[in-house]
């Protein structure tokens, strides 16, 4: 299931958040730049900011009464263009066809708007980028980002186009 989230769902974001950090990004970044990279990312204040831009939308992924995940994607963010910025689930849930269904929906949700071409980064050493080409996306160029405290994010870019 696939529920709107609200400011109140800022600790569970969080939480799944760090969870999901954990296995997604173990063996790609230090614990230290991960520990780095959610306080920047998913301090409350930067999460507020987010629920306050009306084209910033973030869903949970529930199952069984218990969430399981997150996305959060922003209209709207270059001309046609939305952009996935987050979609994480818990280790234990992956495998079980819940990514799938949160990525068609955010597709979905882009159409609705009226965006033509959903975009997202992925880490070069992140194995994410095979689910992402597997559900239509395609690499359509690189970067690095300068993130401060010393660090960079390398990482494809990548596109889907909506029809």
């Known amino acids: 299931m696939i ?23 173990a063996q790609i970044l230090e614990p230290l730049q991960i520990e780095y990279m959610l306080d920047l990312m998913y301090s409350e204040s930067v999460l507020k900011t987010h629920f306050d831009n009306p084209n910033y939308q973030y869903y949970m992924i529930k ?13 709207h963010n270059k001309p046609q263009t939305t952009k996935l910025h987050r979609i994480y689930l818990l280790k ?49 160029d690189e970067a690095l980002f300068d993130i401060g405290n010393g660090y960079v994010m390398d990482d494809f870019l990548m596109e889907f186009l909506i029809t």
């Open 3 to 25: 529920l709107k989230a609200t400011e109140k769902d800022i600790p569970a974001i969080q939480n799944l958040a760090k969870s999901s950090w954990q296995s997604a990004y």
């Open 63 to 75: 199952e069984d009464e218990v969430y399981l995940g997150f996305v959060g994607f922003e209209f």
């Open 92 to 140: 234990e849930a992956q495998g079980k066809g819940l990514g799938k269904n949160a990525l068609e929906f955010v597709k979905s949700e882009t159409q609705k708007a009226g965006d033509k071409r959903l975009i997202l980064t992925v880490n070069k050493n992140n194995k994410a980028r095979n689910f992402y080409e597997s559900q239509g996306f395609r690499v359509y």
